[in-house]
Each structure stands twice: as C-alpha cells, then as structure tokens.
C-alpha cells in the first residue's frame, strides 16, 4: 500500500470517527461515559463561545451543543417555540426533555442573544435540578471595567461548577486546561491555514465533522485527531478543483445540515473559511499559561477575540472588519449566509452588503433552518453565483 | 370633558392627562426640531433602562427611535418605512421597530408629529433588556457617522442584581457615560441638577405607581395596558426628571381619584367603560397599527386590563424602586437593570402570577409579538407555569408592534372572543361584575 492509499484508508477512519460523534446529538456517547463512573459530570455549552478551561479546571467535562440539526424529529420543542422563533431552542428544548437529561449535569447559555438568553430561563423552569447558567460576557472591553466584571462572571461559574463536581478549588487545574485549550486552538489555526491555502485538500464538510466532534471529544482527543487528519490530507493531497474561492458569514449559532455544506461545494465553491463552530477559533492568539488563569482567559476574551455578530463592534465597525478579513483571505466572494430569524446575524446583513458593494467584493445572500430539507433552489444559487464569479470576476 | 354615559362615538375620548401629554409632545417635537439652530445637542437612546436625567442634566435633549417607531406604527406610517428598510437588506424576520425607524431616517426622517428629526450627536447604547438594542445603533452609527456609547446592562440572570454587575454599570456611568456626554455638550455635568431631577423623578413615580395600583379596585378606575400606555408616556421617555412630568402624574392622579369617587371605570375611545366583566392581566407589547381595534376587542366585551407586563418596560416601580438623589449613579445601574424585559423567565412568571393574585384577574392574555424575541422567546412555557399555579386560564394571540402585514384583526377577535366565552363559562353562576373593593383593601399605595 503507498503513501496515499494509506492516507486514503485512514482518512476513512478519521471521518467515521468524526461522523459518530457528530450524529450522536442525543449525546449517548456521554451518558455512556458517565455510566462508567457516576461521580462524573457533564455540562453542556450552547454556542458560540464559552471557555471549557473554566469547565475543566472545576472537573467538569465540557460538551458543546449544537442542536438536533435535521437529525431530530421535534415534537415538544415546537410547543415551546412560536414559528417566527428560529429552529435552533426548538432541538435544545427537545434533546433536553430526552437523553440530554441523563447526559447533561447543567446548561451554559452564552449571552449572544434574546432566545439564548430566554433559554436559560426555559431551562431553569424545566430542570430545577440541573445547574444553568447564564454566561454573560462584558461589551465593554477595558479591563478595568469590562474585564473586572468577567473576571467575577468566570469566577462564579468556576464555583458553581465546583460544587457540583465536588472538586476543590486549584489553580494549577485551570492553568494545564488552558495548556490544553492552546494546543487545540493551535492545531485549529494550522488547520484552517491548510484549508485557505489549499481548499480541495480539506473539503469543507469533513472539516465541519471535524469540528463538530470537539463538542463531545475531550480536548486532547480532539487535538489528536485533528493532527492525524491535518497529516492524512497533507500525504492525500487532494487535486485542486476549478471552484471560486468563497467564504460563509452569518452561521455562527444554529448550524446548517450538513447536506447544505456539502450542497454548496458540489456547486463549484470551495469554502475557504466560514463561521460554523465559531468557539473553536473564537479566541485567536494562545492564552497565557503562567500566573493567574482567570485573569488570562479574560485578558484573552478583551483582546484576542475573534470579531463577531454578538459582540459590540466599539470604534471598529464589523463591515470593515469583515472586508479586511475576505481581502486577507483572498476569497472571491462571500456567501452571507443567515438561520432564519436569527437577529445578530440578520441585522448585520445591511451593513456587511454595503461594505462588500463598496469594496466591490462579490456576495449573495441565503437563509436556512438547522432542519432545512430541500437543497436544490440553494444548489441553483450558489452555482450561479460561483459561476459569475468564475466567468466575470463579480456576482 | 369625558362622556360617562358609555356612548358610542366617532372622536375618540380623552381624558385631561392625554390632552396636557398630547401638549408635553408636540412642545418636545418643537423643542428637537429646532435643536440645531439653538445648538442643543441631541441624544438617541432606548426606553428601557434609559438615563434621562443624565441626558437632561448634560444639557441635550434625548430622542427615543421605538417611540418614533410606535408613533408611526399609530399613524400608519411603519409600512412604507418597514418596505424601505427591507429594500435596503433588512430581513423580513428581524425587529420591526429597526425597520420603522431604518426606514424613517432613509425617507428623510420626518418625525411622526410631522417635524423634522434631528440627526443624534451621540447614540447612546442602553443595551438593557433586548440585544437588538446593539445592532440597532450599529446600523444606525454607519448611517450617522457619529458616536456611540455603549452602556452594557447584565440580565438578572438569576433574578437578583449583583454587586458585580451593579459595580460594572456604575463604573460605565461614570467612566463612559458621562465623559462621552461632557464631550458631546461640551459642558461638565452638573451632579447637583441631576441629583435635583432624580428626585423630582422620585415623586412623579410615586404618583404612577399608585395609579397603577389603584386597578386594584374593583371596578378599576384605569385600564393598565390600553391606558396605561399613555400613562408610562412621560415616565418613560423624555420626561421624567422633569416638573413637567411631575405635574402630569399630580393631575393623573387627581383624574384617577375622580373616577374612583365616582365609582367610574377606565375611560376607553368611546367614553368611559359601563361594566366592567373580566379582569385581565395581559403580558407583551401591543400592536400599534391597529390599536384602536385592537383595543375595541376587549372593551367591546367588558375587558379590562388590571395589570400588564409591558406598562414595566421602562422600570419595575410597583416592586418599589424609586431614583434616589443620594445615590444618582447606583440608582441609576439599579434601575437600568430592573427593567422587565431584564428580568429571566422565572421571574417573569413570578411577577404576573403576582399581578394575577393581587389584582384579582379573571384571566390573562399574551400578545405574543412576532419580532420580539426579548418578550416573546419562552411565552408558552410563561404561559402553562401560570395557569399550572394559578389555576387561571389563558389567552395566546399573536401579533406585531408596527408591521401591519402580522395583525390580523379577525384572527385576533375569533380568538380573543372564543377566550372570553371560556371565561364566562367557567364562572357562570357566579356574580360577573365583582364585589367594590376600597383602596385600602387593594392595598394600594
């Protein structure tokens, strides 16, 4: 067997790994784990960002949650949820009242939005037992202000989290989390460098499998296969395909099926960079390993933070970030890409259209529910616009 | 003078408090129209948790964009902004108060008293209670090349403020806040005036906060939602802070207690409401494009509204906050953060069980509001804890707050008047009108 056959065979392996972990969203592979030990416990972290250090340091496995996707048949989610609600509480709600009960000890929300937000009230009347936590991150970004009252919101959580592990407080805990958490972030770094510089090694569906595993994967597991993938496909080296360079924006939270990943690759875009998964590129320079840990993560979360549709844009409008971030790329066109109903993402679309008009940079825009089923009007729109793109240089 | 004989007619009736604020707003649209010739600066913020004594006090006038928008809603003018702003790339599934307002600026900004808005010199960003609030004046930054402000409120996410986050609003005010609006006036705040306006906001909101309490009587004097509206006008927007506003609150007041001697109910457009049949307490915004008929529905019916959610989007002032002139900005954290729509589920449900028990409602209702996730997101579970512990039975509607494309007037009465059926079946054999009950026993302040 040569060197390719052999990546090719591996390559197998790492996807069905991959694969296994992303359709287990009832989150069996948890219970299962938990099963094995019943002092262990397990929190899940709804998108985009929270940091797992935290979770890890207090001795609780973090599992980051996306949702049923269109893999749930929901039934009592939708009682919960009106229909101009997007999809995305509706799956959490469901996975909740099922399975996520025995796999899951409490619930982080992220203050990224109003039903996120809402979430964490739902879920405190649902489960009273289960710990829910409403993590809200500062908008105001000195450290003095912004940052002295994240530090107190990581350090409430630390504790509440403590107490339901029965860890004790240590330091040094949090600190080798973050050890970890850097490697990961590094390996993600690398990765998505590789796939920038050369899309049809790294089809974008196997990178979202990929990513989507590190929910449930621990860290370092996460890490290690990410570093056998990066290897498989450098040894593969997949031939280069004539597709226009694209980029996705506005995916943040609920996610697409991943047939519609897969949709828009087959209609001639190779996605360059997008933002599904967010929170594992959230953070885009390494955290300090040495000294205070809390104060690192929040010096991180100030400084290196990635820009982002829920974070307040200060004296840096998004659209002009976006903009140096498609030119940094060197992408062709953007694909504005929104769950419907989803506010962050859709009141950014003005702006970011008439950034991209201004600086001549290509884009279409589309909406889709995490449960979307038919792909074929989205296949005929991106083709097209992959195809302008490719013929004229514009949409 | 209102007509108590119940009667139907054409013009709509109004009691002296809605004439004297009718006057307070047209003097307030002058006042901003000629802003830049006067060279006064003007200050956009949001409702819920909004600073206007801060506002006042650094010498600018504030405008609020979901009071544009509502009115515009109420002048049928949101449509052709909403389409406006859809044009440009807005979603159909986002905020129709954004749009109203995205598309007023685009149209020339023509405010709905007819006078010209004036372009803010600063956009102060009370993120209190609705994330939409952000990327609202994000949007509208990119428009106005101006400043922004960001004042960032926590949520109670555990139903209680804590001394870090009251610390982190604190030190926004001072740090942030009022720097950035000694920059736009270019005048050094004078704490002495705001200290002077925090409590002349003390005593109008102890003045509103009775009229809101004396809906505890039996038959209400007000109603609290459809009214009320009117009555949180000044309390909520550019007002308070002022004598103005204190001497609106007396003569609401002196009004109130009128219909109370007199044993009269809440006036409605078409006088004042003979009888008085359920009591209801109603959750989320109304519809404003349709609201007269929106209203008609229930008073049609004898409906009234002894207690509603919305009336505390501007402040929670029935649980007994009050602005306090010794403590101006801890006062002011504590109030941005106490809003209603800051407040998590459980809350909530706490609260209107609260109004439901101590108004003594019949029943209650949720209009639920196509883009508001803030109030809508997490209703029907609002919905089933009430009824589960109150044993109360509840109406769900749906509706929007300026996009009159979502208000359908015959869906909303087919189902408004089927609830009412219900309620009338469940207490049948039992007295319809209730019992007279005095302040004292309602417990009202």
Known sequence: MNIKESAKVKLEDIIATAERYFYDVHLNFISDWKKEDTQRKAVGCLPIYTPGEILIGSGVRPVYTWGGGDQVNIIRGDSYYQSYICHFPRSVIELGLGNWKVALDGLICPAICDVIRNVSGVWKVLFPEKLVYYLDFPQNFDTTIGGSFYRRELEELSERLLSLSGCKFDEDSYRKAIVLYNQNRRMVRKLSKLRLDNPSWIPSWEYYLLMRAGGVLEVKEHTKLLEEYYAVVTDLQRPEQDNARIMIVGGFCEQPPLSLIKTIERSGCDIVDDDFTLGFKFLEEDIREEGDPFEALVSAYLLHSTYSSVKYEGDEPKSEQLVRAVKARNVDGVLLMSPSFCDPSLLDRPHFQSALDAAGIPYTTLQYAENLGQFQAIREQTGTFAEAIKLWGEA | ?445
């Open chain 2, 1 to 445: 003078m209102a007509d108590i004989s119940g009667v139907m007619k054409k013009e709509a009736q109004k009691d002296s408090s809605m004439e004297l604020q009718k006057k307070m707003l047209e003097d307030h649209a002058k006042r901003l129209s000629q802003a830049k010739e006067e060279g006064k600066k003007i200050v956009y913020t949001f409702v819920p948790g909004n600073l206007t004594e801060l506002i006042l006090s650094a010498g600018a006038l504030p405008v609020y964009p979901e009071i544009n928008a509502l009115q515009s809603g109420m002048r049928k003018l949101s449509a052709d902004y909403i389409n406006e702003a859809e044009r440009i790339g807005h979603s159909e599934d986002v905020c129709t108060y954004v749009k109203c307002d995205v598309g007023m600026m685009l149209k020339g900004n023509t405010g709905p008293q007819g006078t010209h808005m004036p372009e803010p010199d600063l956009l102060l960003l009370s993120y209190t209670g609705c994330f939409v609030f952000m990327k609202w004046f994000e949007n509208l930054k990119q428009h106005y090349k101006c400043p922004c402000v960001m004042l960032h409120v926590p949520y109670q996410a555990d139903g209680s403020i804590t001394e870090s986050a009251r610390e982190y609003v604190v030190k926004q005010l001072i740090e942030k806040v009022v720097p950035a609006l000694e920059e736009t006036t270019g005048k050094k705040l004078d704490l002495d005036e705001l200290s002077w306006r925090l409590g002349l906001s003390r005593k109008a909101e102890d003045d509103l906060v009775w009229t809101l309490e004396s809906a505890k009587l039996k038959p209400t004097p007000i109603d609290a939602y459809f009214t009320g509206v009117y009555y949180i006008g000044p309390m909520f927007t550019a007002f308070r802070g002022t004598e103005d506003a204190v001497e609106y609150y007396r003569l609401l007041k002196e009004e109130v207690q009128e219909r109370i001697d007199s044993k009269l109910g809440p006036m409605t457009p078409e006088g004042i409401l003979p009888r008085e049949r359920y009591r209801l307490v109603v959750e989320g915004p109304p519809n404003w494009t349709n609201f007269r008929d929106f209203w008609k529905i229930f008073y049609d019916e004898g409906a009234v509204i002894v207690a509603s959610s919305y009336t505390k989007v501007g402040g929670l002032y029935d649980l007994g906050f009050r602005h306090d002139p010794d403590r101006p900005f801890e006062s002011l954290a504590e109030y941005c953060m106490g809003c209603y729509t800051n407040l998590n589920i459980p809350s909530r449900i706490d609260l209107l069980e609260k109004y439901i028990r101590d108004y003594q409602a019949d029943g209650f209702v949720i209009n639920s509001i196509k883009s508001c996730n803030s109030f809508s997101a997490g209703q029907l579970l609002m919905l089933r804890e009430l009824e589960k512990r109150t044993g109360v039975p509840g109406g769900f509607i749906e509706s929007d707050l300026v996009d009159p494309r979502y208000y359908s007037q015959a869906n909303i009465k087919n189902r408004l008047e089927s609830y009412f059926q219900m309620l009338a079946q469940r207490r049948s054999g039992k007295q319809v009108s209730g019992d007279s009950l005095s302040m004292e026993q309602a417990g009202a302040r």
